[in-house]
């Protein structure tokens, strides 16, 4: 089927920042000096940079205009008041924590919410959910659904497996769960979204058990934007109209905004329960400052009112998530595998499959993610067994993660669809030699999250498939 034409920019552009292109000897001078680990390139010396949404977004003219506006007192400034307002509208909650960003918000969350053993099922938690669990003595869970393992193009192949919550529900006995959390989009599972249909399930579910629902909702207007155009009965409605719904089934939210808050930093909690607001506020005033700021400026908390607003435009949307769309069919038709449908906000390209040659244990997804620099300036990430896999303390047995992936992440407004046309040349260029990757070996790693900061090399002799 043709699809629709990719719609242009919803904006004119009114403030430009140059980016460089370095010569091929320079990258790989770069790239080695760096020890083959992409995070440790400098900003300035990437061409088109892909390793994250997060934070990373073009700021509107009325977010920068918004910027004067922000009132810096200590306590009930006006800016806080208007975030509370913005937030009040679009979530429906009583109360309104902002915090300096989401990891924050689950940590703060966690230390209040959760009894030492208890568990935590998530559709799939992101890295920073699952972290903040286990440091206060939670058992993390994903219940992925089964389509969320299917090669097919299927819809909402983010939501969360409600027959497992059921089940797992009834055998552990609700008062060994602290909370069920539905992260929208689903980040982990490739920003893929999550229906009404299973939202309302899940919220169901919860209440008949007497559970507390929370949503992770770092990307929530792409998640509706998806509910919108895929699932029957709400073309009509608009994207606010379909957040407020999404958000009338739970109890409370979290949210890193550095996402769809289309701003570069802030995140906040937001609920109705008077006692745990009261737990959450001293406990913030403890690590981030007071209810009225949580470690914001008053100018980040009025950049963020407009972004709030400005995301649920349904043009910003469309574009949006065209773009990617756009960006996932380029890649595909370069060449290399991909996650389809693409989600919200980044391609995820399938290492494993296209570099088969490469054993999990020398990092597909990693060799393809440094050939994407050094061929054309393009920063990605490992999305593989660089960053889950790992030797077990136990058994000393390496493992390794389900899938080989590269995410390649689009910032917010950031791109154009020339850059996008350049990263398809870029991947087509590495389709003609991928046979003469070579994968990759850690010279020294950390114990913690090693992909951000290991050593690497590139392997003397080809890895045998584990
Ligand atoms: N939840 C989800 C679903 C996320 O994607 C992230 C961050 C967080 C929570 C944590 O928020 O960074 O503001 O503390 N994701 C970024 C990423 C880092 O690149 O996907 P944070």
Same mark, same amino acid.
């Given at each position: 089927?043709?699809?629709?034409?990719?719609?242009?920019?919803?904006?004119?552009?009114?403030?430009?920042?140059?980016?460089?292109?370095?010569?091929?000897?320079?990258?790989?001078?770069?790239?080695?000096?760096?020890?083959?680990?992409?995070?440790?390139?400098?900003?300035?010396?990437?061409?088109?940079?892909?390793?994250?949404?997060?934070?990373?977004?073009?700021?509107?003219?009325?977010?920068?205009?918004?910027?004067?506006?922000?009132?810096?007192?200590?306590?009930?400034?006006?800016?806080?008041?208007?975030?509370?307002?913005?937030?009040?509208?679009?979530?429906?909650?009583?109360?309104?924590?902002?915090?300096?960003?989401?990891?924050?918000?689950?940590?703060?969350?966690?230390?209040?919410?959760?009894?030492?053993?208890?568990?935590?099922?998530?559709?799939?938690?992101?890295?920073?959910?699952?972290?903040?669990?286990?440091?206060?003595?939670?058992?993390?869970?994903?219940?992925?659904?089964?389509?969320?393992?299917?090669?097919?193009?299927?819809?909402?192949?983010?939501?969360?497996?409600?027959?497992?919550?059921?089940?797992?529900?009834?055998?552990?006995?609700?008062?060994?769960?602290?909370?069920?959390?539905?992260?929208?989009?689903?980040?982990?599972?490739?920003?893929?979204?999550?229906?009404?249909?299973?939202?309302?399930?899940?919220?169901?579910?919860?209440?008949?058990?007497?559970?507390?629902?929370?949503?992770?909702?770092?990307?929530?207007?792409?998640?509706?934007?998806?509910?919108?155009?895929?699932?029957?009965?709400?073309?009509?409605?608009?994207?606010?109209?379909?957040?407020?719904?999404?958000?009338?089934?739970?109890?409370?939210?979290?949210?890193?905004?550095?996402?769809? !808050?289309?701003?570069?930093? &802030? #995140?906040?909690?937001?609920? =109705?329960? $008077?006692? *745990?607001?009261?737990? /959450?506020?001293?406990? @913030?005033?403890?690590?981030? !400052?007071?209810?009225?700021? &949580? #470690?914001?400026?008053?100018? =980040?908390? $009025?950049? *963020?009112?407009?972004? /709030?607003?400005?995301? @649920?435009?349904?043009?910003?949307?469309?574009?949006?998530?065209?773009?990617?769309?756009?960006?996932?069919?380029?890649?595909?038709?370069?060449?290399?595998?991909?996650?389809?449908?693409?989600?919200?906000?980044?391609?995820?390209?399938?290492?494993?499959?296209?570099?088969?040659?490469?054993?999990?244990?020398?990092?597909?997804?990693?060799?393809?993610?440094?050939?994407?620099?050094?061929?054309?300036?393009?920063?990605?990430?490992?999305?593989?067994?660089?960053?889950?896999?790992?030797?077990?303390?136990?058994?000393?047995?390496?493992?390794?993660?389900?899938?080989?992936?590269?995410?390649?992440?689009?910032?917010?407004?950031?791109?154009?669809?020339?850059?996008?046309?350049?990263?398809?040349?870029?991947?087509?260029?590495?389709?003609?030699?991928?046979?003469?990757?070579?994968?990759?070996?850690?010279?020294?790693?950390?114990?913690?999250?090693?992909?951000?900061?290991?050593?690497?090399?590139?392997?003397?002799?080809?890895?045998?498939?584990?």
């Amino acid at each position: 089927m043709q699809r629709k034409r990719q719609p242009a920019e919803p904006y004119r552009i009114k403030a430009v920042e140059a980016i460089k292109l370095q010569s091929r000897h320079e990258r790989e001078e770069l790239i080695a000096k760096g020890n083959y680990n992409v995070f440790k390139i400098d900003a300035e010396d990437i061409y088109i940079d892909l390793l994250t949404d997060s934070g990373t977004a073009a700021m509107s003219n009325r977010q920068w205009a918004a910027l004067m506006l922000g009132d810096e007192s200590y306590a009930g400034a006006r800016s806080f008041r208007k975030f509370e307002k913005t937030i009040k509208g679009i979530f429906g909650k009583k109360f309104v924590i902002p915090c300096h960003q989401g990891r924050v918000a689950e940590n703060l969350v966690f230390s209040n919410a959760l009894k030492p053993g208890q568990y935590v099922p998530n559709n799939t938690h992101f890295d920073t959910t699952r972290g903040n669990c286990l440091h206060k003595g939670g058992i993390p869970i994903d219940m992925p659904c089964e389509e969320s393992k299917s090669d097919e193009p299927l819809p909402f192949k983010g939501n969360m497996d409600t027959v497992r919550l059921e089940s797992f529900i009834k055998d552990k006995g609700p008062e060994q769960i602290a909370m069920v959390i539905m992260t929208v989009t689903n980040n982990s599972a490739g920003g893929q979204p999550v229906s009404m249909a299973n939202i309302r399930e899940v919220s169901e579910i919860c209440h008949r058990h007497g559970l507390l629902f929370y949503f992770d909702c770092a990307r929530f207007a792409e998640n509706s934007y998806f509910i919108k155009r895929d699932e029957a009965g709400y073309a009509g409605k608009s994207i606010a109209e379909i957040a407020q719904e999404m958000f009338s089934m739970c109890d409370g939210a979290m949210m890193s905004a550095k996402k769809d !808050g289309l701003a570069n930093m &802030g #995140g906040f909690i937001t609920l =109705d329960d $008077e006692k *745990l607001y009261e737990k /959450l506020t001293q406990h @913030l005033i403890l690590i981030e !400052g007071f209810p009225t700021y &949580g #470690g914001l400026a008053g100018r =980040d908390l $009025e950049v *963020l009112s407009v972004g /709030l607003r400005e995301v @649920l435009d349904f043009d910003y949307l469309d574009f949006r998530i065209e773009q990617v769309e756009y960006f996932g069919e380029k890649i595909k038709a370069a060449g290399m595998p991909i996650i389809e449908p693409t989600g919200g906000h980044a391609v995820f390209v399938d290492a494993g499959q296209l570099l088969p040659h490469i054993s999990p244990g020398q990092f597909p997804g990693h060799a393809l993610a440094v050939e994407f620099y050094v061929e054309g300036g393009v920063r990605a990430v490992e999305i593989g067994s660089l960053m889950f896999g790992g030797t077990d303390p136990d058994t000393g047995k390496e493992f390794f993660a389900p899938r080989e992936l590269v995410r390649m992440c689009l910032p917010r407004r950031v791109y154009t669809n020339s850059h996008i046309d350049y990263i398809a040349e870029v991947a087509e260029k590495i389709v003609t030699r991928k046979e003469s990757i070579r994968g990759y070996e850690i010279l020294k790693q950390t114990k913690f999250l090693r992909h951000f900061t290991c050593d690497l090399a590139v392997c003397k002799s080809e890895g045998v498939k584990a």
